[in-house]
């Protein structure tokens, strides 16, 4: 590669970036590495090479427990640390490339050499412009507009660096006693980092997790059900305080399943999956480092497949009781639920006078149009309901002809109309002995499937009906604005080719739009009654002494969260002369690394 300009080198660094963010990391780093041996004395192409073999370290660690890939950590993280202090030389003043050494360094050697960069870096009175010298800056997003907003992340950011670093450092100065001299030694400790640490998510975990550990201790053979209520207690605590949090939310559900509270445990893992914005696991999971996943999104990943795993196994026990513990009477007592009791189940979930839903509202609707389902205009506060599709299509041509063109009357087939369904399939309702209003569910062979396993194996929880309508009127929105751009490349000649693909396009549009923003009476009532059902189910299951009475051994615990002393992570502490050994053998590992 010829030199040119720095204004070229920054192009080409993005470039690198794009590829390296499409999968391409070997091609990328090989790029980067060049692009850095072309260009000795720019700062940006030493730090992009710096932070793509430190991101290939990590992947080499956390992927591979082979030696040879650990080997290739090591000499990655040393190229890393060469690269970035290579930047450092040419721009001391930089907060950005101070805090990816820092990286670096954390990720290499002993945490105080990291804490000292890290330092550095907030320390810096005279910083240049954060942008200058990482490619990096506005290529997957917005990014802060002004100097001064990019000064600010980047100190927020070692600052951030710094903190979990202390925070690291004490969790694994604490798990080290633990290994050395057992959870009775490193409990006051971890009782005082999370003291300490009341904004660290991990550093309150870290009580749970030593207190598990030692009750897990105790005599194998005892039952620790009693026990395991002070670690659910700190873990309930911390989950109140990180609600996004999903390796808090493992950690508690994991727990909850152990002590056979199933629902709250399914609740719990529904919860985590629906997190909108969750934690880096690895800024929260004890120990450091075990959660696999190369970035925070593989991470997520993992925790997800944990969540769905547990959920699987709670439909699998329940599914177990149903079929082999219940009696024919009692798994008939499930099959039909009063309707005022629905309505309070309803009730609890939009606690409001008057209710903004009622169960018999939607019954009345069923009895007066033979339809269980409707649509509203999601371009209005009109409160019709509209039964059948071609009466919204109706209005909205009438009443709404700047968003929704009249045209579009014309060019749909009468069969993309679609009709109301009468039924509520599955179902049926009456009266029970003592003149109470009951759905009853139809006697089938997958019954407990039916009733109890949703998408993807999950139990679905209720909603506000309100918020499902907004969901709704947001959904017809988006694709109302699709078909009108189409509508707006429609020739007025629909003969032609190009015309008839356009107007099919717009008739699938269509048949989407009334699938997706229909609101169905029936999907309203049937999630309440699994969802009332599903508590009634899963508090039988914690009452039933067969149950109950069961006791929780070392070997329970160890099934569900791992034996922590045979799956031994490595603390920081203990890898500190194999730190010391990368540092010494840097040539011979970049030597191997070009030979591959």
Not at 2 to 30: C, F, I, M, P, Y
Not at 574 to 585: A, C, G, I, L, V
């Given at each position: 590669?010829a030199?040119?300009?720095?204004?070229?080198?920054?192009?080409?660094?993005?470039?690198?970036?794009?590829?390296?963010?499409?999968?391409?990391h070997?091609?990328?780093?090989?790029?980067?590495?060049?692009?850095?041996?072309?260009?000795?004395?720019?700062?940006?192409?030493?730090?992009?090479?710096?932070?793509?073999?430190?991101?290939?370290?990590?992947?080499?660690?956390?992927?591979?427990?082979?030696?040879?890939?650990?080997?290739?950590?090591?000499?990655?993280?040393?190229?890393?640390?060469?690269?970035?202090?290579?930047?450092?030389?040419?721009?001391?003043?930089?907060?950005?490339?101070?805090?990816?050494?820092?990286?670096?360094?954390?990720?290499?050697?002993?945490?105080?050499?990291?804490?000292?960069?890290?330092?550095?870096?907030?320390?810096?009175?005279?910083?240049?412009?954060?942008?200058?010298?990482?490619?990096?800056?506005?290529?997957?997003?917005?990014?802060?507009?002004?100097m001064?907003?990019?000064?600010?992340?980047?100190?927020?950011?070692?600052?951030?660096?710094?903190?979990?670093?202390?925070?690291?450092?004490?969790?694994?100065?604490?798990?080290?006693?633990?290994?050395?001299?057992?959870?009775?030694?490193?409990?006051?400790?971890?009782?005082?980092?999370?003291?300490?640490?009341?904004?660290?998510?991990?550093?309150?975990?870290?009580e749970?997790?030593?207190d598990?550990?030692?009750?897990?201790?105790?005599?194998?053979?005892?039952?620790?059900?009693?026990?395991?209520?002070?670690?659910?207690?700190?873990?309930?605590?911390?989950?109140?305080?990180?609600?996004n949090?999903?390796?808090?939310?493992?950690?508690?559900?994991?727990?909850l399943?152990?002590?056979?509270?199933?629902?709250?445990?399914?609740?719990?893992?529904?919860?985590?999956?629906?997190?909108?914005?969750?934690?880096d696991?690895?800024e929260?999971?004890?120990?450091?480092?075990?959660?696999?996943?190369?970035?925070?999104?593989?991470?997520?990943?993992?925790?997800?497949?944990?969540?769905?795993?547990?959920?699987?196994?709670?439909?699998?026990?329940?599914?177990d009781?149903?079929?082999?513990s219940?009696?024919?009477q009692r798994?008939?007592?499930?099959?039909?639920?009063?309707?005022?009791?629905?309505?309070?189940?309803?009730n609890?979930?939009v606690?409001?006078?008057?209710?903004?839903?009622?169960?018999?509202?939607?019954?009345?609707?069923l009895?007066?149009?033979?339809?269980?389902?409707f649509?509203?205009?999601?371009?209005?506060?009109d409160?019709?309901?509209?039964?059948?599709?071609?009466?919204?299509?109706?209005?909205?041509?009438?009443?709404?002809?700047?968003?929704?063109?009249?045209?579009?009357?014309?060019?749909?087939?009468p069969?993309?109309?679609?009709?109301?369904?009468?039924?509520?399939?599955?179902?049926?309702?009456?009266?029970?002995?003592?003149q109470?209003?009951?759905?009853?569910?139809?006697?089938?062979?997958?019954?407990?499937?039916?009733?109890?396993?949703?998408?993807?194996?999950?139990?679905?929880?209720?909603k506000p009906?309100?918020e499902?309508?907004?969901?709704?009127?947001?959904?017809?929105?988006?694709?109302l604005?699709?078909?009108?751009?189409?509508?707006?490349?429609?020739p007025?000649?629909?003969?032609?080719?190009?015309?008839?693909?356009?107007?099919?396009?717009?008739?699938?549009?269509?048949?989407?739009?009334?699938?997706?923003?229909?609101?169905?009476?029936?999907?309203?009532?049937?999630?309440?009654?699994?969802?009332?059902?599903?508590?009634?189910?899963?508090?039988?299951?914690?009452?039933?002494?067969?149950?109950?009475?069961?006791?929780?051994?070392?070997?329970?615990?160890?099934?569900i969260?791992?034996n922590?002393?045979?799956?031994?992570?490595?603390?920081?502490?203990?890898?500190?002369?194999?730190?010391?050994?990368?540092?010494?053998?840097?040539?011979?590992?970049?030597?191997?690394?070009?030979?591959?």
């Amino acid at each position: 590669m010829a030199k040119s300009g720095a204004v070229n080198v920054r192009k080409v660094a993005r470039e690198v970036l794009l590829q390296d963010h499409q999968g391409q990391h070997a091609a990328a780093l090989q790029r980067a590495d060049a692009l850095a041996v072309d260009h000795p004395t720019s700062a940006l192409a030493h730090r992009l090479a710096g932070v793509l073999h430190l991101a290939a370290a990590i992947r080499a660690r956390r992927d591979a427990a082979a030696s040879t890939e650990q080997n290739m950590a090591g000499a990655h993280l040393n190229s890393a640390r060469s690269g970035l202090s290579a930047a450092k030389r040419l721009v001391p003043h930089c907060v950005d490339i101070a805090t990816a050494l820092g990286d670096a360094l954390a990720e290499s050697s002993p945490h105080r050499e990291a804490e000292v960069e890290y330092g550095r870096a907030l320390a810096i009175s005279a910083p240049l412009d954060p942008a200058k010298h990482n490619a990096a800056y506005g290529l997957y997003g917005p990014e802060p507009t002004s100097m001064d907003q990019r000064l600010m992340w980047a100190r927020a950011k070692a600052q951030r660096a710094l903190d979990l670093l202390r925070i690291a450092a004490e969790v694994d100065h604490v798990l080290y006693i633990f290994r050395r001299d057992g959870a009775h030694a490193a409990r006051p400790h971890a009782k005082r980092v999370a003291e300490r640490f009341p904004g660290s998510a991990r550093a309150q975990l870290l009580e749970a997790y030593m207190d598990l550990q030692f009750f897990r201790g105790l005599d194998a053979a005892s039952d620790k059900r009693a026990c395991l209520r002070r670690p659910l207690a700190s873990v309930d605590r911390a989950a109140q305080s990180f609600p996004n949090s999903a390796t808090i939310a493992a950690f508690r559900a994991k727990l909850l399943f152990l002590l056979g509270e199933y629902d709250a445990a399914e609740r719990e893992c529904s919860r985590a999956l629906d997190l909108k914005i969750p934690h880096d696991p690895d800024e929260d999971c004890i120990p450091p480092g075990s959660i696999s996943g190369a970035d925070p999104s593989a991470r997520l990943v993992s925790l997800s497949r944990l969540f769905h795993e547990l959920v699987t196994k709670i439909l699998g026990l329940a599914e177990d009781y149903w079929n082999n513990s219940m009696t024919a009477q009692r798994r008939s007592d499930f099959m039909s639920v009063r309707l005022e009791t629905l309505q309070e189940e309803y009730n609890k979930v939009v606690p409001s006078s008057p209710p903004t839903f009622t169960i018999s509202a939607a019954l009345s609707f069923l009895k007066e149009h033979k339809s269980r389902r409707f649509w509203v205009c999601p371009l209005c506060d009109d409160s019709m309901k509209h039964t059948d599709t071609a009466s919204l299509l109706d209005h909205l041509c009438s009443k709404h002809k700047k968003e929704v063109f009249p045209r579009l009357k014309s060019i749909l087939d009468p069969k993309d109309v679609l009709e109301g369904d009468g039924s509520f399939g599955g179902v049926t309702y009456g009266r029970d002995s003592d003149q109470h209003d009951i759905m009853r569910f139809k006697p089938r062979n997958d019954i407990f499937k039916w009733m109890f396993c949703g998408p993807n194996r999950r139990i679905v929880a209720p909603k506000p009906f309100a918020e499902m309508r907004e969901e709704k009127c947001k959904t017809g929105i988006k694709f109302l604005g699709i078909i009108k751009k189409k509508l707006t490349t429609l020739p007025t000649d629909t003969s032609s080719t190009k015309s008839a693909m356009i107007i099919f396009e717009i008739q699938e549009e269509w048949l989407t739009f009334v699938q997706r923003s229909v609101l169905d009476y029936r999907q309203v009532i049937l999630t309440l009654a699994r969802s009332l059902l599903w508590g009634e189910l899963t508090k039988c299951m914690a009452q039933d002494p067969k149950v109950s009475a069961q006791k929780i051994s070392a070997a329970d615990i160890d099934a569900i969260f791992g034996n922590a002393t045979e799956d031994h992570v490595t603390t920081a502490i203990e890898e500190e002369q194999t730190k010391e050994k990368d540092h010494k053998s840097a040539d011979e590992l970049k030597a191997e690394l070009h030979q591959v």
